[in-house]
């Protein structure tokens, strides 16, 4: 019975960084119908934050750096949003309609921030602002021109190579300055630790219940009503409900959808910086870290359906609680007290690791989607796909 | 009239057999001779990846769907090879990684590729089966676009992780060594074989294109661009698009197959590698830069982004992965359809009228260069 409960327990803590770590993704996929292979790395953001964040507050000496978990949390969710922002404004909103096209584009971006965070130092980062400065600032004083729409094309095709031979230029000579070429992360991971009220566990039965997970729940809860919130008693929020239910109804009647597709993206991506901030506590956090979340995340949101919060948590939790009985060998264990299930015995034990749990899982999933292909809450009525 | 089309499009088919048969030539024959054993290798390798290209291209250029797992089936057929090479040992022995997990008999799985005409079978039957059953479990239902991919890339990582979990059966983590192996007697590592091995890849890279033409050339190819540009229309129209898709998948894992089996022995190593989620990614691209729904495009740009990649990471490792991002958002964005799309729908126009070949056409191209609506025009002025 307490192997039971200590499954249960381990199975919703995995569910609920599932859940937080999809739930952006399923907003985002519910309303615009792109799946964002960057939503891992913008989790790996919020984790990078929260590593920033900590070394701000370490030499502030105790009372003060025991809450820069509580400081890191809105850092990240801003961080994330306003990389989701550039990401929504720059990249996918040329490419709407096209939902193939935006994946592709999508991992591109993931590999570039993926590098990104290994080799950022000042150098880069003040090539890029030179860069930008010169080409967007550019591109914004000659758009004032009344022969804009004529000449873009040219202007493109000048300011574009020479800002990036001046950025490169500026590069080149300020690259004898090491203080300047020095990583800022470096290849290798960094390790985020937690406060002190983080630490330990308190004793349920016969196990410990780590205050990190519990954390991690409770802020997973924290985050669905304000979603739920947002989503069901603001104004933005029904904006956002009418564009994902009818987006040609819903520009007629004057919403504006390029500004909601804006905002959503950015909280999508603000929710997975705060992910990416709790799964800093339970691990160190490196260039590859939004990739180990990133196929289950997907998976959470192909069986909880597009357009129901409900679905994303119900199938966020079902396959964090398969998941770890499966992977841990509870449920081999429970099986093995009564005699007849012998086969099935065997079969759990061979799935009773944590990476072959996956392939059970995967099964199981498959099989689901044979009964229910469009998810736990399918999208009803005329709009619906056939 | 129609003798005036049928011998022009004669023309165009000698013109082109000359050109493929010249590029065979070329590289089969000359290229061995003045590349060192080490850079063939290389050729060899990424020419059997534009195999996979090849297969991508059929089902995402033409068909339309995204599969971002063509790993699975790209490892699967090189490992089906790679345990044949494994068991060219006397007979009652096990390959030497058995021992050191304590296994005393050969798993049963491994028995038929003691054989290699059935391991030649297996290699594309295999990842063609597993290809259609993962298919028609997706397709059955309906699920397509985006679920299909993602679905696809869930396949791939699960794959992943059994074949890394099971080093009692595959060796896991470590993978199966081919070179230090014999095939016919001769060591599959030698220049030589290399050799031999780099010519068949010429061979069946050509073979496999006639394939992809012949297949979508006809009734079934148009009904795959039917079923991309609108499946529901297609089913409205009286047939089943689950068939068609699922056959199509099945082939091109097929074909991911053999281009597996012939990297994995250029390689001389297969490990579950081969299936992480960044390889089948990259696949995707190379169609997506030569051009989609051309099959040529598939293979150049394989060739041009493997050789990019090649020399950029040889000299500038940190440069390959930001040179890697930008071109998936360059293709997607500035060059959808791809360089060899992009030729043909307006570089070559362009150049033709600069060079004078032909006048410049302001209303619709298509109708203008119709050879029937020429010999039209001509009859009306006549009278």
Known sequence: ?????????????????????????AIVFGLMGVINLAHGELMMLGGYTTYVVQNVFKPWGEPWFSCYILVSIPIAFIVAAIAGIILERGVIRFLYGRPLE??????????ILRQLVRSVNWLLVICIGVFCLLFFGGMRLLSRRPDWERIRNLVIAILLPMSTAIAVVTGFLLSQIPALTKAWFSARNVDVTAPSWLRGGVKVLSFQMPYAR?????????????????????????RIRAVTQNRAMSSCLGIPTAKVDALTFAIGSGLAGVAGCAVSLLGSVGPNTGQNYIVDTFMVVVV???????????????????????????????ASSVESLKPLVDVLLFFATSSMAKVMVFALIISFLQVKPAGLFPQKGRTAEL | MNNKIKKQKKRQKIIETGIVIGLVIIFAVILPIVLPGFRLRLLGRILSLSIVALGIDLIWGYTGLLSLGHGIFFALGGYALAMHLKLQIPEGQLPEFFTLYGVKELPGFWHPFYSFPITIVALIVIPGIVAG????????????????????????????????????LIN??????????????????????????????????????????WLTSGRFGRLLVAIRDDETRVRFSGYNPTGYKVLVFGISGAIAGIAGALYTVQTGIITPKFMEVPFSIEMVIWVAVGGRATLIGAIIGTLLVRLAQTFLSESLPEVWLFFQGALFLIVV???????????????????????????RIVTYPSLEENPETKQEREQLSDR
């Not at chain 1, 803590?13 to 993704?25: M, P, Q, R, T």
């Not at chain 1, 909880?304 to 449920?331: E, K, Q, R």
């Not at chain 2, 964005?333 to 006048?359: C, F, H, N, Q």
């Open chain 2, 333 to 359: 964005t500035v060059l959808p359809d791809g360089i060899v799309g992009w030729w043909r729908t307006w570089a070559w126009e362009k150049l033709s009228y600069m060079l004078g070949l032909k006048e």
């Open chain 1, 102 to 111: 935006t994946l592709l584009a999508t991992w591109g971006v993931s590999l």
């Open chain 1, 1 to 25: 019975m307490s192997a039971l409960i200590e499954g249960l327990f381990n199975g919703i803590s995995i569910g609920s960084v599932l859940l937080i770590a999809a739930l952006g993704l």
């Open chain 2, 172 to 213: 896991g983590t470590n993978g199966l060594k081919t070179d230090t192996e014999t095939i016919f007697g001769m060591l599959a590592g030698s220049d030589s074989v290399q050799k031999i091995f780099y010519i068949i890849t010429v061979i069946i890279l050509v073979a496999v294109y006639y394939f992809c033409r």
């Open chain 1, 304 to 334: 909880g359906g597009v357009g129901n919060l409900f679905g994303t948590i119900l199938a966020a939790l079902g396959i964090g609680i398969i998941n770890y009985l499966i992977g841990s060998g509870t449920l081999a264990l429970m």
């Open chain 1, 214 to 238: 519990l954390f991690i729940i409770a802020l997973t809860i924290i985050c669905l009503i304000a979603v739920y919130w947002f989503l069901n008693r603001s104004t933005w929020g029904l």
């Open chain 2, 133 to 168: 059953l993962l298919g028609y479990l997706v397709f059955r239902n309906r699920i397509k676009g985006v679920y299909f991919s993602i679905i696809t890339q869930a396949a791939l990582l699960v794959f992943f992780n059994f074949f890394n979990g099971q080093q009692k």
